[in-house]
C-alpha cells in the first residue's frame, strides 16, 4: 500500500465517525425534543378537559308552554345544574328559558317524540346554557334536568 491509499483510509473512518456523531446527537435532541413537548402539552389537555364540579340545582320555578309546529305545544320545566364555581348563589334564570323556548319554538311533535330527538335538541339547549353562563372562562352551568316535558 502507497502512503496516499494508508492517508485517504485513515481519513474516511474519522469522517464517517464524526458524521454518525453529528447524526446521533441530532436524533437525541430532536426526539427529546419532540416527547418534551408532547408530554407539556398532552398535560395542559387534560387540565383543560377535567369535568366541572357539580354545585346547586337551580329550578326553572314555571313550567314553560311553547308552540310547536301544526297547532302543537309542549310544556316544559326544567333546572340547571350548576358547577361549584358559580357558587352558592343560584344563577339568573331568564336567559335559560329565553334559549328554552327559542329552541323548542316550531319544532314538531316527530322530533319530540322519540329519546334520539329528545336528546339530540336537549344538547344543543345544553351548549347554548353553557356558552351564555360562562364568564372570565368560569363555567357556571354544566347540565340541564328536564323535570317536565309533555307534548299535546
Known amino acids: 500500500m502507497s502512503k496516499n491509499e494508508k492517508e485517504a483510509s485513515a481519513e474516511?473512518?474519522?469522517k464517517s465517525?464524526?458524521?454518525?456523531?453529528?447524526?446521533a446527537i441530532a436524533v437525541v435532541l430532536l426526539?427529546?425534543?419532540?416527547?418534551?413537548?408532547?408530554?407539556?402539552?398532552?398535560?395542559?389537555k387534560a387540565q383543560a378537559k377535567a369535568a366541572p364540579v357539580k354545585g346547586i340545582v337551580t329550578p326553572i320555578e314555571n313550567a314553560l308552554t311553547i308552540?310547536?309546529?301544526d297547532g302543537h305545544y309542549l310544556k316544559l320545566s326544567f333546572s340547571?345544574?350548576?358547577t361549584a364555581d358559580a357558587g352558592a348563589e343560584a344563577v339568573d334564570t331568564s336567559e335559560a328559558i329565553e334559549l328554552a323556548i327559542d329552541e323548542y319554538t316550531g319544532?314538531?311533535?316527530a322530533e319530540l317524540s322519540t329519546e334520539k330527538g329528545r336528546?339530540?335538541?336537549?344538547?344543543?339547549?345544553?351548549?347554548?346554557?353553557?356558552?351564555?353562563?360562562?364568564?372570565?372562562k368560569v363555567?357556571?352551568?354544566?347540565?340541564?334536568?328536564?323535570?317536565?316535558?309533555?307534548?299535546?
Open 80 to 82: 340547571l345544574q350548576e
Open 17 to 23: 465517525k464524526k458524521m454518525l456523531m453529528i447524526i
Open 107 to 109: 319544532r314538531t311533535v
Open 31 to 44: 426526539g427529546g425534543g419532540g416527547a418534551g413537548a408532547f408530554f407539556l402539552l398532552s398535560g395542559d
Open 67 to 69: 308552540n310547536l309546529t
Open 139 to 152: 363555567q357556571k352551568v354544566m347540565g340541564v334536568y328536564y323535570t317536565s316535558f309533555v307534548t299535546q
Open 12 to 14: 474516511a473512518p474519522k
Open 119 to 136: 336528546d339530540a335538541i336537549k344538547a344543543d339547549l345544553l351548549a347554548k346554557i353553557v356558552k351564555a353562563y360562562t364568564e372570565d
